[in-house]
């Protein structure tokens, strides 16, 4: 079993900068593709990243100019690094883990989820 926790969330000003991180338990980290996914109020889960096992990322068009993910095998996390933030990025923001290789955007492809971090952005 994969259990995802993640941390970082918080209050920011626009235009500021927020490190989200995901702590991802079990052994197999490394063979799977990490993601992040945004909801905010009355929206469907969107999208944000995705880093593959071997570092290939993908970045929503919203923020590919903004936000950078990263992980870390050998310490099993995932983190987004968030700058420019704009109100619009309000959200909670969710970890998650695929089995699939390449760098997958669809929710339903991912197999395992954190309960998410709420980032909040004031104009």
């Known amino acids: 079993q994969v259990q995802l926790v993640e941390s970082g969330g918080g209050l920011v000003q626009a235009g500021g900068s927020l490190r989200l991180s995901c702590a991802v338990s079990?052994?197999?980290?490394?063979?799977?593709?990490m993601g992040w996914f945004k909801k905010a109020p009355g929206k469907e889960r969107e999208f944000v990243a995705a880093?593959?096992?071997?570092?290939?990322?993908y970045l929503a068009n919203s923020v590919k100019d903004r936000f950078t993910i990263s992980r870390d095998n050998a310490k099993t996390t995932v983190s987004l690094h968030m700058n420019s933030l704009k109100p619009e990025d309000t959200a909670i923001y969710y970890c998650?883990?695929?089995?699939?290789?390449?760098?997958?955007?669809?929710?339903?492809?991912?197999?395992?989820w954190g309960q998410g971090t709420q980032v909040t952005v004031s104009s």
């Open positions: 998650a883990a695929s089995s699939l290789l390449g760098l997958p955007s669809q929710p339903p492809t991912y197999n395992y």
């Open positions: 079990g052994r197999t980290f490394s063979t799977y593709t």
């Open positions: 880093i593959s096992r071997i570092g290939d990322t």
